[in-house]
């Protein structure tokens, strides 16, 4: 089983990024697909999910109506799309696959928000 996140880096307060997760080893149509994010010395916070069939998605108050998450079944993909990022976006944002008692993680990806 693997999550491999990409796309993190540097991006201007303002600017966008978009975050991609690839999934393998596991039928990734069946799972719920989550993004994380975490700083140092913070807990891991849940930033947004989406099922398996796309048809909800949840967004953490900090960053509704800036990111969307979407995933493609056909390519084992989850996809993140970061607007009008703030400096507090800063963290590693980790890619989540959940299917009932079953979680699988990414290693991460850094994004960071600064001028």
């Known amino acids: 089983v693997q999550l491999v996140e990409s796309g993190g880096g540097l991006v201007q307060p303002g600017g966008s990024l978009r975050l991609s997760c690839a999934a393998s080893g596991f039928t990734f149509s069946r799972y719920a697909m989550s993004w994380y994010r975490q700083v140092p010395g913070k807990a891991r916070e849940l930033v947004t999910l989406i099922t398996s069939t796309s048809d909800r998605t949840d967004y953490a108050d900090s960053v509704k109506g800036r990111f969307t998450i979407s995933r493609d079944n056909a390519k084992n993909s989850v996809y993140l799309q970061m607007n009008s990022v703030k400096p507090e976006d800063t963290a590693v944002y980790f890619c989540?696959?959940?299917?009932?008692?079953?979680?699988?993680w990414g290693q991460g990806t850094q994004v960071t928000v600064s001028s």
């Open positions: 989540n696959a959940r299917l009932g008692g079953v979680a699988y």
